[in-house]
């Protein structure tokens, strides 16, 4: 079956820097668009950062460009999130999805950004 697993969240203080990524498995990776979102308390989960199948275009929410970068192997199947100058408002459980005509979702890493 398909699974996306994600692994690297954390604790982090403010200014600090993690590296999350998702190792899927059970679908052809290079055929799917890779994005992670993310989830804050209280909120509706929203948008990161997505790349396309090949990798070669990519779109980041306002709030994250500059800071976050999302890049995939497709000869690992894995997609990562290079998350720099982290913020308090970046405290979020965070999820990779994959999607083509289908959808499909990660279970989620905690990212915590506290001094």
């Known amino acids: 079956q398909v699974q996306l697993v994600e692994s690297g969240g954390g604790l982090v203080q403010p200014g600090g820097s993690l590296r999350l990524s998702c190792a899927v498995s059970?679908?052809?990776?290079?055929?799917?668009?890779m994005s992670w979102y993310r989830q804050a308390p209280g909120k509706e989960r929203e948008l990161v950062a997505l790349i396309t199948s090949a990798g070669g275009r990519t779109n980041y929410a306002d709030s994250v460009k500059c800071r976050f970068t999302i890049s995939r192997d497709n000869d690992k199947n894995t997609v990562y999130l290079q998350m720099n100058s982290l913020k308090l408002e970046d405290t979020a459980v965070y999820y990779c999805r994959a999607n083509r005509w289908d959808v499909y979702w990660g279970q989620g890493t905690q990212v915590t950004v506290s001094s």
């Open positions: 059970g679908l052809t990776f290079s055929n799917y668009a």
